[in-house]
């Protein structure tokens, strides 16, 4: 499965973007889709994942909404409020496990820059 991802940019702080993610194959039900995220020189961090029910990292709750729309085979990342401390680039991920942990996720997207300025 290959995952193409989209919507990344620069905001000034405060401001907002949403990121899209289409897997090349459906069943969003049978997976769960996943973003992650790489800052320079720090490891990859969970983000928010999705598949009957959501969870999100405690730094990005009431600021990030993960979602899906079935009907365009497309999931996406709404970031609002964003902070410079956001700035990184974002992955999209699917895999057959609800979870936080990159290593559970097999199909990975090629990455969106988000870089937040002050």
């Known amino acids: 499965v290959q995952l193409q991802a989209s919507g990344g940019g620069s905001v000034q702080a405060g401001g907002s973007l949403r990121l899209s993610c289409a897997p090349s194959?459906?069943?969003?039900?049978?997976?769960?889709t996943a973003w992650f995220r790489q800052a320079p020189g720090k490891e990859r961090e969970f983000v928010a994942v999705?598949?009957?029910?959501?969870n999100y990292a405690e730094s990005v709750k009431g600021r990030f909404t993960i979602s899906r729309d079935n009907d365009k085979n497309t999931f996406y990342l709404q970031m609002n409020d964003l902070t410079p401390e956001d700035t990184a680039i974002y992955y999209c991920?699917?895999?057959?496990?609800?979870?936080?942990?990159?290593?559970?996720?097999?199909?990975w997207g090629q990455g969106t820059q988000v870089t937040v300025s002050s």
């Open positions: 991920a699917r895999g057959p496990h609800f979870s936080s942990s990159a290593n559970d996720f097999t199909s």
């Open positions: 194959r459906r069943a969003f039900n049978s997976y769960a």
């Open positions: 999705i598949r009957w029910t959501t």
